[in-house]
């Protein structure tokens, strides 16, 4: 069994591993090979030997090294095939002499062309976006499935089928430009967005916040901002995620609980990521006579984070902000986070009427922030034994132990009120 320091050191440093590797090699799924090998050396040495000062070079030297074999080995065999008059392709000349200038080669960012390359126009978008969260972000097959509400094995076939059509299609390793940036921007945010969501409420294990996640899907966004300047959505996409990062302090208490918006300290608030996501939402509306999605919701945001209390919270442009979202991007959970919205502006009744109407949604099933919702409108009505139950019904769908335990905590409070 893996242990939990190595583990945690693995979760942090694969990314860059394999995108390191990827950037020798051209091939993502043997850069992930060559890193697990890396991995397994790890496993084998750092229990007796300790954990390195520096594990993250520790395992890129490994998996260099591994694939600087690898290319040796597949020269000289190629060479034989030659001797012998066999027909096999040919292994450019200057593939194996050129290693260490490609190694050391500053040009670009290797997360960054490791996001575009798993999401070139060979695969479907959502192969693109499984593939990048499976190699960037270190998830597991089970996390991606949680983020896109579908099941564990179709994501798992989905993603071997990714690095085998990018094998044979022989995609560069590379960071697009022009017209080609354009066209492939969409699911490069969709994954650095989803990549920050695992970093901001994490979808299972016994924390709630993951920064590592959040730090990578924020660097990649603000290096991006720089690469396609002209690209509102990309400053919009980056607004958003300053906006949310400047409240992760106030979102968990001194022994890691979650902390709910509206309960958060909010002196807490970091106000220089709150000036700089502001700043960046200033600049991708003065770029787009139509604000996108992501600049939706980093409008959104920006009503909490310039609401001084949470009593001063605009809510009924909040409301007026997700019905706008809703028409460009229409999503169960853009309704359900609607919902709340009226709920706050309105009255619990108003929200619970909505509510009720995605209950049918088979888009929504085993999506536990349905049950929690629903849970608070309902003890806000006074309906605790009803309430009671959706929010176990909530704690027995998460598989975050911070939330389990927050969701029957509120069951538990409401089970022991006079009013029951």
């Not at 074999?69 to 190629?78: A, G, H, Q």
């Not at 798993?118 to 499984?130: G, I, Q």
């Not at 996501?277 to 604000?291: F, V």
């Not at 139950?389 to 022991?416: G, I, P, V």
């Amino acid at each position: 069994m893996i242990s939990p320091a190595i583990e945690a050191v693995w979760r942090i440093e694969s990314a860059r591993v394999i995108a390191g590797v990827a950037r020798i090699v051209r091939d993502l799924g043997l850069a992930e090979d060559l890193a697990n090998d890396a991995l397994i050396a790890a496993l084998e040495q750092w229990p007796t030997e300790g954990i390195p000062r520096n594990p993250g070079a520790w395992l890129m030297a490994i998996a260099r090294r591994r694939a600087i074999d690898l290319l040796r080995w597949n020269k000289r065999t190629e060479r034989k095939h030659q001797e012998y008059g066999w027909n096999s392709s040919a292994i450019a000349e200057d593939y194996v002499a050129n290693l260490n200038s490609r190694m050391d080669d500053e040009i670009g960012d290797d997360l960054l062309r490791l996001i575009f390359t798993a999401c070139h126009p060979v695969l479907s978008t959502e192969a693109r976006v499984a593939l990048t969260l499976r190699l960037l972000g270190g998830l597991s097959t089970a996390e991606i499935a949680r983020a896109f509400l579908s099941s564990e094995p179709a994501i798992a076939q989905r993603i071997v089928r990714a690095k085998r059509t990018l094998a044979e299609a022989s995609v560069p390793f590379e960071a697009p430009r022009g017209l080609e940036l354009t066209a492939r921007l969409a699911s490069v945010l969709e994954v650095i967005y989803l990549i920050f969501n695992e970093g901001y409420t994490a979808a299972a294990g016994d924390d709630w916040l993951r920064p590592a996640l959040c730090d990578d899907a924020l660097r990649l966004g603000r290096i991006l901002a720089e690469l396609a300047s002209s690209e509102p959505e990309v400053h919009g996409l980056v607004a958003l995620m300053e906006i949310q990062s400047s409240r992760s302090r106030a979102r968990i208490g001194p022994s890691g609980e979650p902390i709910l918006l509206l309960e958060q300290n909010r002196g807490l608030w970091d106000q220089l990521l709150i000036r700089r996501g502001l700043a960046s939402l200033e600049r991708a509306e003065r770029l787009a006579a139509n604000r996108g999605p992501y600049t939706l919701q980093a409008a959104i945001a920006s009503c909490h984070a310039c609401a001084v209390t949470a009593d001063e919270t605009d809510w009924r442009r909040i409301v007026g902000l997700y019905a706008d979202l809703a028409a460009i991007s229409p999503s169960p959970v853009v309704d359900l986070n609607r919902a709340v919205a009226v709920s706050m502006a309105y009255g619990p009744s108003a929200g619970l009427e909505l509510i009720d109407q995605l209950c049918s949604d088979h888009r929504l099933i085993g999506y536990h922030l349905l049950p929690s919702v629903r849970g608070d409108l309902l003890a806000k009505l006074g309906r605790a034994n009803e309430a009671v139950s959706e929010f176990a019904r909530a704690a027995s769908m998460t598989r975050n132990t911070r939330e389990r335990d927050l969701l029957l905590d509120r069951a538990r409070r409401l089970s022991e009120s006079p009013r029951l």
